[in-house]
């Protein structure tokens, strides 16, 4: 079969950041393109048992898919500018119908949306934080006309976390986003408006353990990974506990890896139930496809609660890089070649697709 894989690619090393950005960008802009060493690693797996054709998710995708018309497309790419970003290869592979694995266009769009994703999740009763949303167009910290925004503002309560609208990868998160007065909240909300040039989502911040979900399949053979827990102990003492920027990309690294995640989470069957079926409602609310991680956390009296949902994982494969999707697969005896083909396999599955394999693949 060929498979076409599309993505964008960070033009630096992991072993370069930190590097000094270019003027005007924070240091962050790249941090959820991936890297070669992700896009090579993506290739070498599929590889194993199709012809596989790359496809840099630039403004000439659409030619070059509908030039080299793969049978099914591994899309990973993170897309180039806009709210829709995400959106626009599976926008594209829709026009051409093209499988792809993954969420579709309006899916990837919503969740990129942080706040649109949990204003679904709370009309379908599913536990998200209250929050309100800070508009660029709007000067004095007034909320914006969003109707969920004037509902929620009066009532949010402090300590909050100020988070950008329309990111991933801990953009934009860092040690000082957890605010406790009114001053501290205008300041992080100008503050992050000003440098991300988009709108703030204002939450209330949920005190309690922090776990993340990886989740494969669809419909009744949708399965729950082993549980990743983050282990706030492993930071250096006296940060503010959140798996921030900092955490992510700077006190974290392959050389000087932090014990952050655990996996499986140290969790008694109760609460892996909750958090497995709020995961669960969550993916076919939202009607996700094959594949998604959900952030989940505590309250303090122990409820689960969804903080975001990602259709379009992080995957690290080197195992010393803290990459939670493939650190739960390995949980479950998959190794990164596997992880990748088994979404694959599903999306196949899903449009019915069958295949004579390359080669051999004896682990599936
Ligand atoms: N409402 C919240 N309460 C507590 N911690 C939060 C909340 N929202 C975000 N965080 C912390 O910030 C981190 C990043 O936030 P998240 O919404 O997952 O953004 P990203 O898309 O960058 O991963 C989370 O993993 C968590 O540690
Ligand atoms: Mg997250």
Known sequence: MRVGVTYNIKKQRTEDRG????EGRPPD???EWDDEDTIEAIQAALSKRHDVVMIEANEDAYVKLRNKRPDIVFNI???LWGQGRESQIPAMLDMLRIPYTGSGPLTLAICLDKARAKEILSYYGIPTPRFSIYDLRITNLKTDNRQSSIANRKSLSFPLIVKPLYEGSSKGIRNNSVVNNEAELQNRVEWLIKEYKQPAIVEEFLDGREFTVAMIGNGSALMALPIVEINYSSLPAGVTPIYS???????????????IFKCPADIDSRLKKDIETICINAFNTLDIKDWCRIDIRLDSHGKPYILELNPLPGILPD?????CFPKAARAAG???DELINTVLDTACKRYGIQYGAKKNYNHL
């Open 29 to 31: 802009f790249f941090a």
């Open 77 to 79: 790419a993170e897309g």
């Open 334 to 336: 998959m190794d990164y």
């Open 19 to 22: 590097q000094k950005p270019e």
């Open 319 to 323: 195992p010393k890089s803290n990459s």
């Open 245 to 259: 920027y900092e955490a992510k990309w700077i006190w974290d690294t392959p050389d000087n890896p932090l014990e």
